[in-house]
């Protein structure tokens, strides 16, 4: 009978197993890494405040695959109130990362921008809008196996049988809302709003059967109704909501035994006591 290394016959019919030694001892990967940052604040006019931070980063080495060597984040937010009853805000965010060396030609970044103001020019009404736009997107090389793969791509360096290819990922996101207040009467407060969100973006998919999901989507989310304070203590409330979802037709084969298309309309009626 032939015997695993590390395991001896006794006399007595058992056996003693002993682990041997690893051939090569526990690795160890050095990552020299430098990171700096800098920010900076202005008021230009007194009801103007601007602020600039930048975040930088450089290494030698990454941990994994995925793991950038360069990173370059940007910050601006800023803040003006031209009057007592309106304010304005914006904020832009870039961040950028790279560990684009050979064999790995990863490329990423998240970019992103928002404004939004407020209005209160009395007791009467208030507004408050706002939009926000999302950039992401990465690329890397990925080595695979799949009956789908296009021709003609490359081999994957020093693995047989998978195929070299570049992953790509895209997903651009805007999103709006805007929620409106109004109060014609001492007693009746109306309420008007929504969050609204639409995407677009693509990926890649080794299977063929798989759909693009939430990266070609709508998100409607509309919502309206009053309060009635009809007593001293006493507060009315009927709001309605709506909530609805698609997922938008592409060239890419949609889940037709399983569509993830839907709404729902949502009535709330409450009666609040306070004492």
Request: include cysteine; hydrophobic fraction near 35%; glycine fraction near 10%.
């Amino acid at each position: 009978m032939l015997l695993p290394e590390g395991c001896t016959a006794n006399g007595d019919g058992s056996f003693t197993f002993v682990t041997p030694e690893p051939a090569e001892g526990p690795g160890e990967t050095l990552i020299n890494e430098y990171a700096g940052v800098f920010g900076i604040w202005a008021r230009p006019i007194t009801n103007w405040r601007i602020s600039f931070d930048a975040e930088l980063m450089s290494a030698d080495n990454s941990f994994t695959r995925i793991s950038p060597r360069q990173t370059q984040e940007y910050r601006v937010r800023s803040k003006y109130k031209p009057t007592g009853w309106m304010s304005v805000d914006g904020s832009v965010r870039i961040w950028e990362g790279r560990d684009n060396i050979a064999e790995v030609n990863n490329l990423q970044h998240d970019r992103s921008y928002g404004l939004s103001a407020t209005f209160m020019p009395g007791e009467k009404w208030a507004l408050e809008v706002g939009y926000d736009y999302d950039d992401v997107f990465s690329q890397i090389l990925i080595c695979y196996v799949s009956s789908a793969a296009p021709t003609g791509l490359a081999q994957c360096p020093g693995v047989a049988g998978l195929v070299q290819q570049l992953s790509t990922y895209t997903n651009k996101s805007h999103y709006g809302n805007f929620d409106l207040m109004w109060t014609p009467i001492h007693r009746f407060t109306a309420h008007l709003g929504a969050n609204l969100t639409g995407t677009s973006g693509s990926a890649i998919l080794l299977d063929p059967n798989a759909v693009p999901g939430p990266l070609n989507s709508k998100w409607l989310r509309p919502y309206g109704g009053f309060d009635y304070r009809f007593g001293r203590n006493w507060t009315g409330k009927a709001y309605w909501g709506y909530y609805g979802y698609h997922e938008d037709l592409t060239a890419l084969p949609q889940d037709v035994f399983a569509p993830r298309n839907f709404h729902a309309n949502t009535t709330t009626l409450s009666l609040r006591y306070a004492f």
